[in-house]
């Protein structure tokens, strides 16, 4: 019983090894996400909006994480207004 209590430590601090190079993976990638809601490496405007999952309203062009659809005008054409292009809209 004494050397199976040793090959299961071995196997508890593999396991631990793993879950903390997990959790660090994790927060470095928590950091880069916040760097970038900051603004923080902006270089190419374009690049970094085409990946950070906002999109541009149709009235004002605005970057934004949340669109509302909606049907802003005589046309009756929808389209997707950011939060205070939709208020005056409304």
């Known amino acids: 019983s004494g050397g199976s209590r040793n090959a299961s430590d071995g196997e ?3 396991r631990d090894a793993k879950k903390d190079a997990r959790k660090a993976a994790k927060k470095a ?3 880069a996400k916040r760097a970038k809601r900051a603004g ?3 270089d190419n405007e374009d690049a970094s909006d085409a990946s950070d999952g906002s999109k541009a ?3 004002c ?3 934004v994480d ?3 659809r909606c049907q802003v005008d005589s046309t009756k054409r929808w389209k997707m207004a950011c939060g205070k292009c939709w208020k005056v809209a409304s």
Do not use: I
Request: aromatic fraction near 0%.
């Open 12 to 14: 508890a601090s593999a």
């Open 29 to 31: 990638v928590k950091a």
């Open 40 to 42: 923080a490496s902006s």
């Open 57 to 59: 309203c149709d009235l």
């Open 61 to 63: 062009d605005t970057r």
């Open 66 to 68: 949340l669109l509302v």
